[in-house]
DNA sequence: CAACGGACCTGCCTGC
DNA sequence: TGCAGGCAGGTCCGTT
C-alpha cells in the first residue's frame, strides 16, 4: 500500500497526536510481522513520553528519548488514530494506548509490516545505515543520480525503486516518475544520457512532492490515520491503466513485467 | 560488487 | 456457488 507519500501522509496525521504525549497500555494480539515483534516491548514503550515522530524513506520513528519505536507498513499496513471501544477489525495487530485517551492502531493484512525497537542511534541500525538519501532532500539531484546510474546495466526502473541508490520510490511512483521524463522502462542505466538522468530526478521529485500534496494515492484502500483517503490517483497518467490511451499522444499503454513488477509506459513518449 | 529470483502473507478478482 | 490461479502499493536474502 504505501510509498514515501503515504508514509508521509501517515507521519504528519499521528505527529501531533503523539508529540508530547505519554504512552500508556500496549496491546499486542498478533506479534508475527515481518519481524516477530520482540517480546517485552510492551514494557519498553510504556510510560514514556513521544519525543519526536521522523521519516525515514518509509520507515516511521518514534522517538522516546530512550531510544527509537521503528515502524513499516509493508504493502498492507495502516496506522489510525481511534477512539476509545472503536471495534476491532481483524488484523488490527497493535494499540497503543495515549494519554489524551486515543489509541494508535496497526492494522496489517499481510503482515509484510514491522515493529522494532532500538536503543542505538537511529542511523546506525542495520536497515537504515545503508539507505540512499531521501528524494525530497538536497542529497538527490541530478548530478548524484547519473553518477549513481552512468554505469549500471540493470533497467532503469529496477535502479530507482533501488532503496541504496533513492528512496522511497515505489512501484507507482516509479512508472509515473518515468513517463513524465519520457524514458522507457526497461532502458539500460547506462544507456540514457546525462540530461535526462537528471531530467528523471526532477521528475521523480515533481511526483513525489505532487502526491504528498494530495495526501497520497488511494487505489483500494489507504486512508490517512484520520480515515480520509488521498486524491493523487486521480493525478495518475500510467500507473493500472493499460490499453487506455496515453494522455499526452493517444497511443493505447503498454502493460510489461520488471523485476515481477507491474510496469505501464507509453510506447510512443517513452523512449 | 551487480543483478535477479524467491520468499514472506492475506484478500480480492477473474475465469472455469 | 466453489475453487484454482493470479495479482497487489515492499524489501530482505540467497544465489548466480
Known sequence: MPELPEVETTRRGIEPHLTGHRLGKITIRERRLRWPIQEGLEGL????????????????????GHGTLITHLGMSGSLRLVEPGTALRKHDHVDIRLDSGLSLRLHDPRRFGALLWTD????????????????????????????????RKQAIKSAIMDSHIVVGVGNIYANESLFLAGIDPRRACNRIARHRVIDLASRIKQVLAAAVEQGGTTLRDFVNPEGQPGYFQQTLNVYGRPGLPCPSCATPMSHTLIGQRATFYCPTCQR
Open 45 to 64: 514503550l510504556h510510560g514514556h513520553v513521544v519525543q519526536q515522530v521522523r521519516r525515514r524513506a518509509k520507515y516511521l520513528l518514534i522517538e522516546l
Open 120 to 151: 542505538e542511534p537511529i542511523e546506525n541500525h542495520p536497515l537504515l545505515a545503508r539507505l540512499g538519501p531521501e528524494p525530497l532532500e538536497g542529497g538527490f539531484d541530478g548530478a548524484y543520480l547519473y553518477g549513481a546510474l552512468h554505469t
